[in-house]
């Protein structure tokens, strides 16, 4: 009986990891997201790259990446770290747009493979 209680604590551990980690994933990916979405309207409203928004955001990325590194491929999210690099230094409206929309693409991907799904356990 002690087995079976302790395969169920077990279990219970695990879920709870995995909730925890779908939760962190998904609405840090959200909040990234609507951080890009920010950078692009401040951009079509005055025509100006907006570097602070970039540099605030490039430093949630941080955060974010330090968070969720344990759980996710690292190879992942430095692609994506390479996305907020090249964002940083984009020269012209066209570049900044086409890394906002690689950035939202690739955490959206980020998200949607943190998620179960019956065909992949099938």
Known sequence: MKRLGFCIFIL???VAVSYFSLRRV???GEELS???DDIRREYSVTGKIPTKRIDDLSLKWQDYYKSISFAE???ELNEISLLFTSLRFAEDGQDLIKECELIKT???LLCENEYPHWYSLL
Do not use: K, P
């Open 12 to 14: 219970m551990a695990l």
């Open 26 to 28: 998904s609405a840090g």
């Open 34 to 36: 609507q951080g890009v």
């Open 73 to 75: 491929n690292t190879n």
């Open 106 to 108: 690739s955490l959206f």
